[in-house]
């Protein structure tokens, strides 16, 4: 379900930064976009809106990531 509020700038910025260590893992793993997508079953286009920090991944969606691209999970999200 969409939400009626979108979330506040603080939020936005965070969601960018995980984004960012997100792309910084896959490409120190020398993984393209679509490699990260075919691994976890995500459509290529939804994964990139996740590095773009666009799209608010589920935690289950965080942890088939870190699994594609081999590093833990915390590496992902930590701040």
């Given amino acids: 379900m969409p939400r009626s509020v979108p979330p ?4 936005l ?9 997100i792309r910084a893992a896959r490409t120190a793993a ?14 290529r ?5 996740v590095e773009q920090g666009h799209a608010s991944p ?10 594609a691209i081999g590093v833990p999970l915390a590496d992902l999200v930590q701040e």
């Fill in 8 to 11: 506040p700038d603080w939020v």
């Fill in 30 to 43: 020398g993984l393209t976009q679509q490699d990260v997508a075919e691994r976890t079953g995500m459509d």
């Fill in 13 to 21: 910025t965070r969601r960018r930064a995980v984004g960012g260590q």
């Fill in 58 to 67: 589920l935690l289950d969606s965080l942890i088939l990531i870190a699994d």
């Fill in 45 to 49: 286009a939804a994964y990139n809106r």
